[in-house]
């Protein structure tokens, strides 16, 4: 026989693991993910929280309350026999980010930007992240031009892992 709690938990997943930020862990029930404009993605979930009910003729009782709360996507692990392929997924921008850095011209042939992959210890602070179609087309224009305005990064190589997207 299912318990009211294991059936009611049966209806509300996907439910993922996440890790508070004092070390906690805590079943949640995601609601999707998100990626924000500096590359990051997060969990958007609910935490189901205690909170106290009290109906009209004044009786109160201990319930369980949907909390929203969101965690960095590092600090959520899944939790096996869930799925998660409906998740919605909303981006800054779709698609895996690569890094445009803006470089100072000392001459005029020079490349005015970088193409990096995101994680480069080589990128700059002044840098833009791009989707995946951009950098594909950037990396393609830099093999083609004598004198490109964009060159590609020599240590993170952008370009060899673009290869499959054009």
Do not use: F
């Not at 996907?14 to 930020?21: A, L, N």
């Not at 909390?67 to 996507?73: C, E, R, S, Y």
């Not at 060159?151 to 499959?164: I, T």
């Amino acid at each position: 026989m299912v318990e009211a709690g294991e059936e009611w938990r049966s209806k509300a997943g996907p439910w993922v693991r996440g890790t508070m930020p004092d070390g906690q862990e805590l079943d949640l029930i995601i609601t999707g993910w998100t990626r924000t404009p500096d590359g990051q993605w997060w969990c958007e979930a609910e935490a189901i929280l205690p909170a106290r009910y009290e109906d009209a003729e004044g009786r109160s009782r201990p319930m369980g309350a949907p909390t929203p709360i969101t965690l960095p996507a590092d600090d959520v692990t899944p939790i096996p026999d869930e799925e998660y392929a409906l998740v919605p997924r909303d981006g800054a921008i779709a698609g895996r980010q690569w890094v445009l850095e803006k470089l100072h011209r000392y001459v005029e042939d020079d490349p005015s930007r970088r193409l990096h992959r995101r994680d480069c210890w080589q990128a700059r602070t002044s840098h833009t992240r791009i989707a995946t179609a951009e950098a594909a087309e950037l990396a393609r224009n830099a093999e083609l031009v004598r004198y490109p305005d964009v060159a590609v990064c020599d240590v993170c190589r952008p370009d060899r892992a673009l290869r499959n997207s054009h």
